[in-house]
Every structure is written in C-alpha cells, then in structure tokens.
C-alpha cells in the first residue's frame, strides 16, 4: 500500500482481497488492522475469504468485531459461506442476549432462511431470552408503582384494534377490568430496532388518549428526575398463556398472559354475520387476497380467513410477523402495498392469473386498511358509504339502524 499515493478505501480493498486470493490472510487482516476507515464491503471482503478458505471460527471471531451499525454486513455474503457463518456464531457467542440472536435470526431471514429463523427464534425462546425486552420493562416498572395486574397478549403482539376490545371487553380471572393500555408501535411508518418505535396510550372507555391526556403527560417527563422499578421481579415467560403472581414492592403483583386473539374475535363475531362470510369466501365465483404488509395483522388474518372462516392461506400475502416488517414500508396503500396491488391487476404489467374480486390491506398495528376491487381502487369515502348504505341489512351489529358514519 505504501506505493499508492492517494490510499482511498476502494484501494485498501482491493490489495486485501488480492492478497485473500492468494491465500495470503496474515498479510490480509495486517492491511486490513491499518486501514484508516473502513466500509461494509472491507468487512464483507475479508470475512467471505476466510469462509471460502474454510476459515470459519476466524470468520465468526471478525464477525463480532464489527460495529452493530454494520452488523447486518454478512447478508451480502453468498448463500453457502453466509450459513457456514452463522452457524458458527452461535458457537462463539460470549453472552446470547435478545440483541446477538435478533442480529442472527433477522440476517438468516432476509436472505431467504425464513425456516431456519423460525427455529432460532424458538431455540431463543426455549433459552430464556426473551424476545419483548420493552413489555417486560413496563411489567416491572408498573409493579414498583402500585399496579395490581397487567394483562400483556401473548407474545406481547396485539392489534391496536384488539388493544380496543380487551379494556372494553375482557374481565380478568378475578373479575377485573383493564384502566388503560401501552401499546408499543411503529404504526404504518417503517419500524424495528433501528427504525421507529413509539408508544401510544388507549384510556378506559378503549380509545387513544385525548390532547389533553398526552400533553400532560409530556409535561410530567419533562420534569422526571427518578424512577422506580421491580428489577428484581422475575422475568415473565410472555410465550405462555397463564398468570403468574408475585410480591411486588408494592404487595400482590400479577401478570397474566392472554391469548392475543380471542377477545378481539369475539367482539367481530358479535358485529359481522360470520356464517355468511363464509359461505361468500366458499364460493368458487369468489375470490380475495389480503395482505398483511408483514405486521401485526397477519396473525389476525390466519386466525379469522384460515381457522374461523376456512380460506386457503394461499389468499393471504405477507402475513409473516416480522420486527421490521420485512424491511419494508406498512402504509397500506397503493405506493407501499405493491405485491397486493400487482396481484389485484393495478400495476404497471398485466398479473400473470386473473386477479380476485377482493383485496385488502392493513398497516403494521392494523388500525389503517386500503380496499381495492379487481382493476380498481376503493377510495376511503366510497369505503364509509357502502359500509353506510349496506349497514342495516348486512351488518347484525346495525341492525337496529345506523347512528353516524364518518371517515377522517
């Protein structure tokens, strides 16, 4: 390298990778320890010849080496060398924390290994790590404050809209009834670890809190100087439905695990008329798809269209849950909502099959949704008339008459 007057990054890669090559590695990781900068392709570079060597603990050993931001680095790496490594992270891992098997599991994931992720992420669990690290953060800090129980669905994944019908609906094994509910959201914006995560908070009656409520609330942070939590609570396994009881430093703490599910089927079965849904969904004149943009609606979606109303899940599109939704954008509409939009004949090339008579989408906590007919977009306003129009007759919940209708 000293013979190169202008050393720029390209050229450090370059000479490390000839030297890679040539099998010559000491000299490679010697050049690579100098550079004065580095980009994902020096990692990329270095860690793919060690493997294609048969390097591999010296390849998992650089892996951890890298910063976090640039961890995700190895999915640019050919199939076969990108397995070998991970494989062999998981033998060098000094401390499997949530952070160390998500950057595993997301890498295997994105490179088409979604079977593979599933049984990490299980393995995970199996483990004692436990994916929802914020939920149960909230679960100890609420036992240091005096609460008496949390409920926290399965999982810790619920809909927004099933957020709703829990306060509302639901009544605890002892007879209690929710005050107020976290709900822990990207909404439609892109999210994950590295991406949005806010917090929104429904009240009592089951909707979002007004102004009022979140302005004060904002005004009592700003003046925060301590608070309390029950680190020393044990972790809750929140994959399991059931409740566990403890003693908090406030007196009797429980927290009860829910299917995530049931409530919020419940209340539809009280609104729509099930049993003709399904006949609709049966018929060989009828079609749909459904796309869960990869949020938290697709777990709704198998438990209604596939387990209650008997649909092929081959009518449902994206309904993986998934912490960053797949990498993509869950504002369910026509810029975002792309397979679902080709799929119903709306895109720039005609579908290669005939497209179904009804689609539908939701964003990432489920609270939004776009309809579109076959070739044809259904805008919001036409969305609320059909529903105002139909109401009485097609809807039992209406069925002593409409009392407003509104979009906004």
Request: one cysteine or more; charged letters at 20%; aromatic letters at 10%.
């Amino acid at each position: 390298m000293r013979r190169f007057p202008d050393k720029d990054v390209v050229s450090w890669n370059s000479i490390i990778k000839a030297c890679i090559q040539c099998g010559d590695f000491l000299t490679a990781r010697s050049l690579f320890d100098e550079m004065p900068s580095r980009t994902p392709v020096s990692w990329t570079t270095l860690i793919d010849g060690l493997l294609r060597f048969g390097k591999v603990e010296d390849a998992g050993a650089l892996f951890w080496e890298m910063p976090t931001e640039v961890r995700d680095v190895p999915a640019t790496l050919p199939m076969a060398e990108l397995i070998m490594l991970y494989g062999c992270l998981f033998h060098q891992m000094p401390l499997r924390d949530v952070i160390s098997w998500t950057s595993i599991i997301a890498g295997l994931d994105r490179n088409g290994r979604s079977e593979q992720a599933l049984v990490l992420f299980q393995s995970m669990v199996a483990s004692g790590v436990n994916p929802s690290s914020t939920t149960l953060i909230i679960t100890k800090m609420s036992a240091a404050n005096g609460a008496r129980r949390v409920w926290v669905g399965q999982n810790g994944l619920l809909s927004t809209p099933a957020v709703s019908a829990v306060i509302r609906e639901r009544v605890g094994v002892d007879g209690s009834k929710a005050t107020g509910a976290f709900i822990l959201t990207a909404s439609h914006n892109p999210g994950g670890p590295e991406e949005d995560f806010g917090i929104k908070y429904n009240m009592e009656n089951g909707g979002p809190a007004p102004e009022g409520i979140t302005d004060k609330i904002y005004e009592n942070t700003t003046t925060i100087k301590e608070y309390f939590s029950a680190e020393d609570l044990p972790d809750v396994d929140i994959t399991k439905v059931g409740v566990t009881n403890f003693t908090g430093p406030e007196g009797p703490f429980d927290v009860e695990v829910f299917d995530s599910a049931s409530d919020y089927i419940k209340l539809m079965k009280s609104i729509f008329d099930f049993e003709s849904i399904r006949k609709l969904l049966s018929s060989p004149k009828f079609t749909f798809c459904f796309d869960g943009l990869h949020g938290v609606a697709g777990a709704y979606a198998k438990s209604i269209f596939v387990d209650e109303l008997g649909t092929q899940e081959s009518s449902l599109l994206n309904c993986t849950l998934k912490e960053d939704f797949g990498g993509g954008h869950p504002d369910p509409n026509l810029t975002y909502a792309k397979e679902l939009v080709a799929r119903m004949g709306l895109g720039k090339s005609e579908p290669q099959d005939e497209p179904p008579e009804f689609g539908a989408a939701a964003d990432g906590d489920a609270d939004r949704n776009m309809i579109l007919g076959k070739r044809f977009f259904v805008t919001p306003s036409d969305s609320v008339a059909i529903i105002a129009t139909n109401a009485v007759e097609a809807i039992p919940y209406f069925s002593a008459g409409l009392k407003g209708d509104f979009k906004f």
